[in-house]
Structure formats: structure tokens, C-alpha cells
């Protein structure tokens, strides 16, 4: 592919520094093309144009039952373009195609039809004040949002964030991976051909520590709506206090527990379970990395889970019978098998898997084995640290009591599930577990209209439904004197 560009103002833009990202196939190891590296001149411009559309109201202004149509066009044309870019996904991603169609652009183009269907339905109250008043409120769009999102779900998380922020009003500078930024160039092309007006959504590529800063800093974005790690959150943070206090939403990691009663249906549980850690190749932030399983059952369902581990096919991410694809970089890869050996050195069992595959062709990529982890306490970082990757570790419990204590025992919050037939034993889990989605007898179910998000350092604000509304719009208390 030719390098890439900026995309500012409706342009391909060139940027105002000499400095590149190499783009590669995870995959293969081969180079695909190389995009900007943006330093602040390039964000500015970007902020700038965005702004301008902003003030004009080229955006905010128009008609809302014609942004809702563009806004619904745009979800369409997702649909149109899905195989050209899950392909650029897998290319950049090593997620396999199917994941990449189903799990990232199909539910990237809903999530556009959903909010598409808000625009005319956010509105302000009126107030019965005391004294000779009329009051009401506005919910007006909070202005100039710098969407900065990660690599393993680069489309989604972007529409999670740039549906809901143009569904307000708001005009928008997306920040992609510096892993996955081709994808979002060629979204943002989209977005024009669906009718968003120039300068409404920018993309500006580069790493976090370059652009993504200079996002984060910059003084007239008035929201960041971040995607990523704890480590970013914590810089994001300290960069709006040294800003202009600009308002954040954070979704960050989790650990989830993912937790086995005696009674539960073991088949669905076990296919559940395989899928919530090796889907996505465990690069999932909701991934079922805990997995608590009661010790009455323990045996059976980890001999059941480690045997469709075992059968999983690993491989090339464009094969439709490949399974399981690469990690995203040498560094991931690198980092889970690092964790791998420290789980083996703490004195867990692996059941399966434990090391890098490089089988054939697979030597190129950055591959590992699908990993079950028996014997694991609760103590042991492999039990504790988001892994990232295609390893789950297993912890066997007792009773509800255990189970809840060693579910809500790391500093995450993102999500959880419980498989029970016990309905009253389900809902005391749900209430006592503290997570921001708790699945009952499912997992990593996800709606447009359902919100996500986490408690504790799993962190704060909700992506999806009609909460993500709160993120992108002001309210406006008008007193009006009778
Ligand atoms: P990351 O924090 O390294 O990067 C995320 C984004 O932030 C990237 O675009 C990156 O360039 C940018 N960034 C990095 N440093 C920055 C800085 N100083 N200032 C501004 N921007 C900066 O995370 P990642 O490695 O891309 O993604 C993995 C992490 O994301 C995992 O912890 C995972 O759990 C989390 N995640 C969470 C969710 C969720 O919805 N809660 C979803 C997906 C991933």
C-alpha cells in the first residue's frame, strides 16, 4: 500500500513533521505501509478544523432528521464496505476474518444505526421551580472530542465513541492505534461518503506518546473519550489537570471472573468459557481470564476445556477454517509468554498450551498456543494482572461466599459472568460482584443499546446506550422570569 495520510478538514493531508509508523501484518511479520507519526502542529490543525465546524455549526446545526439519515447512511455503508475493511483489520489486527467482519465492523455499522435513531430523541426537561419562573434545560454537545482508542477492536471502539459523539453534535479528532491506523483512515472516507461534513470527524495517526498527547493536552478539545490502558488512563488524567481540565471517560482493562457453579449447564458453560478467553486470541478487555470453577465439578470441566483448547486451529487470520489468529505485535506476544513463565514459576499446572507456536508458517507471526492454567491462587500474578492474550487461569472455589471474594479481589471492574440454574444464587451474584456488565448463563454479550463499562481502575463513563449520551452533551439550565 502507498503511505498514508492525514485526514483533516474532508483532506488527505501531509504531516508537517518527517516522522513515520511502520504498519505490519502481525500475521506474516511483513511491512504493509507506514503512516505520520503526528506531532502537535498536525493535531492543531486537526483540533482547528474541527472546532471551525463545531462553531459554525455546519454539523450541530443541520436539521436533526438529516444527521440522523447520515449518521444511519454511514452505518449502511459499513455494511457495503464490510469485507474490504475487516480485511484491512485482520491485515493490521491478526484477528481472524470472521472476527473481524462479525466482531468489529458489523457491530461497528449497528452501533452508527443505533445512535443514528437518538439524534431526534435528545432533549431537555421542563422544571416546576419555585417562584415566578419557567425553567428548562438544553442538553447542548460539549464541543470538540478527541476519540483515542486501542488495536484489538479498532472499529468498534471507534464507533463507540464517534456514533454517540456525533449523535450530540459534538465535531470529533479520532486517534487510532499507531497498530491499527489503517482501517480508521478508510472510515473516515466513509464517513464523508455518507455525508458527515468536512472537518466533522478528523483522524490523525501516530503513537500515543506523540499525537496522542498532544491531543490530550491540547486546549480546546473539551472531552477525551479514551479506550486503552490504566497506565494511558492515569497520563490522560494528569493531562487534562495540566489542560484545561477537559472532561474524560475511561474504559480500561479487566480480569474478569468468569464463575462455575455445580449446577450450571456444563456444556454451554465449557464452549462459553473456551470462547470468552481464546476469542479474539484473548486481546479482549472483557476477556473470561478468571475462570472460578466449583470444586464439586472442577476436574471434569477443565479436562472438558483443555481438550477443545487443544483442537482449536491456530493460523492464518484470512483462512476461514483458522480459529484462532496472531497477536497483534512481537511485543504482546512476547509480554504474554513472560507471564505464561511466571505463572509456571509460581507453581501453576498449564494444562494445554504454554508456549509460542511456530509451526510452518506461523514462525513468521506472532502466535501462542491456547493456554489453560490449573492450580492457579489467587494471589499469583497470572490471577491477577490483565494478561492480554490466549491464557485463562483457573482457580477452584468452594462456595458463593469464596467465590465472591476472590471475583472482587483485583483492582478491576470491567466484567463478569456466573452459570448457575439457581436463579436466586444468579441474582445475589449479580448484585455482589463488582463489575460494570455481569452475564448470567452467556458471555461477552454486547448490545448497541446495552452500556459498558467498568468499576474500580476498570474505569469510568459508559460506552453504548442512552448513558453514552451523558459523555457528549452539556445540560443547560435556562430560568426564564414570569
Ligand atoms: P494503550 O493505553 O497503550 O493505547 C490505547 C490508545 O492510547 C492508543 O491509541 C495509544 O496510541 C494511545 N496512547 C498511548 N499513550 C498515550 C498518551 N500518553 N497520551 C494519549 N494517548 C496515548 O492500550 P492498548 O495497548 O492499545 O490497548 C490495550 C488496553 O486497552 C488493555 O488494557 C485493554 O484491556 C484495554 N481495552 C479496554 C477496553 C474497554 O472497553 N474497557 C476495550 C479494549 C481494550
Not at 471434569?300 to 482449536?312: G, H
Not at 484462532?324 to 499446572?349: F, V
Request: contains cysteine; neutral net charge; charged residues 25%.
Amino acid at each position: 500500500m502507498p503511505p498514508s495520510k492525514l485526514f483533516i478538514n474532508g483532506c488527505w493531508e501531509d504531516s508537517a513533521c518527517d516522522r513515520f509508523v511502520d504498519v505490519c501484518n502481525p500475521a506474516t511479520g511483513e511491512h504493509i505501509t507506514t503512516v505520520p507519526d503526528a506531532d502537535s502542529c498536525d493535531v492543531d490543525r486537526a483540533v482547528a478544523a474541527a472546532r471551525a465546524s463545531f462553531e459554525k455549526k455546519t454539523w450541530r446545526g443541520m436539521d436533526p432528521s438529516k444527521r440522523e439519515r447520515i449518521l444511519w447512511n454511514l452505518g449502511d455503508l459499513l455494511v457495503k464496505h464490510r469485507d474490504e475493511l475487516a480485511a484491512l483489520i485482520t491485515s493490521e489486527n491478526g484477528k481472524t476474518l470472521r472476527e473481524s467482519a462479525g466482531a468489529d465492523v458489523g457491530p461497528a455499522a449497528d452501533c452508527f444505526r443505533y445512535y443514528a435513531g437518538w439524534v431526534r430523541k435528545i432533549y431537555g426537561e421542563t422544571i416546576p421551580v419555585d417562584g415566578p419562573f419557567f425553567n428548562y434545560t438544553l442538553r447542548e454537545p460539549v464541543g470538540v472530542v478527541g476519540a483515542i482508542v486501542p488495536w484489538n477492536f479498532p472499529l468498534q471502539i471507534a464507533a463507540w465513541k464517534v456514533a454517540p459523539a456525533l449523535a450530540c453534535g459534538c465535531s470529533v479528532v479520532l486517534k487510532p492505534s499507531e497498530l491499527t491506523p489503517l482501517n480508521a483512515l478508510r472510515f473516515a472516507e466513509i464517513a464523508m461518503e455518507a455525508g458527515v461534513p468536512e472537518g466533522v470527524l478528523n483522524v490523525v495517526t501516530g503513537y500515543g506518546a506523540t499525537t496522542g498527547e498532544a491531543l490530550a493536552l491540547h486546549p480546546d478539545v473539551d472531552k477525551i473519550s479514551f479506550t486503552g490502558s490504566i497506565a494511558t488512563a492515569r497520563k490522560l488524567l494528569q493531562s487534562s489537570s495540566v489542560s484545561n481540565l477537559k472532561r474524560l471517560s475511561l474504559e480500561l482493562g479487566g480480569k474478569s471472573p468468569n464463575i462455575v457453579f455445580p449446577d450450571a449447564d456444563m456444556d454451554q458453560a465449557v464452549k462459553a468459557s473456551l470462547w470468552g478467553i481464546f476469542g479474539g486470541k484473548g486481546e479482549v478487555c472483557s476477556a473470561a481470564s478468571r475462570l472460578l470453577v466449583h470444586a464439586d465439578v472442577h476436574d471434569r470441566f477443565l479436562e472438558d476445556l483443555s481438550a477443545r483448547a487443544r483442537k482449536l486451529r491456530v493460523g492464518n487470520p484470512l483462512d476461514p477454517a483458522t480459529q484462532m489468529g496472531s497477536q497483534i505485535s512481537a511485543r504482546q506476544m512476547d509480554r504474554i509468554l513472560d507471564y505464561i513463565e511466571s505463572g509456571k514459576q509460581e507453581g501453576a499446572t498449564v494444562l494445554t498450551g504454554g508456549e509460542r507456536d511456530t509451526a510452518g508458517d506461523k514462525a513468521k507471526g506472532y502466535f501462542v498456543k491456547p493456554t489453560v492454567f490449573s492450580g492457579v491462587k489467587p494471589e499469583m500474578k497470572i490471577a491477577r494482572e490483565e494478561i492480554f492474550g490466549p491464557v485463562v487461569s483457573a482457580i477452584r472455589f468452594s462456595d458463593a461466599d469464596e467465590a465472591v471474594r476472590i471475583a472482587n479481589g483485583t483492582v478491576y471492574g470491567l466484567a463478569a459472568a456466573v452459570w448457575t440454574r439457581d436463579v436466586r444464587l444468579a441474582h445475589r451474584m449479580a448484585g455482589e460482584i463488582k463489575a460494570g456488565s455481569v452475564w448470567i448463563n452467556t458471555y461477552n454479550s454486547f448490545d448497541s443499546g446495552s452500556p459498558f463499562g467498568g468499576y474500580k481502575q476498570s474505569g469510568f463513563g459508559r460506552d453504548l446506550g442512552s448513558y453514552a449520551l451523558d459523555q457528549y452533551t452539556n445540560v443547560k439550565s435556562v430560568w426564564v422570569a414570569l
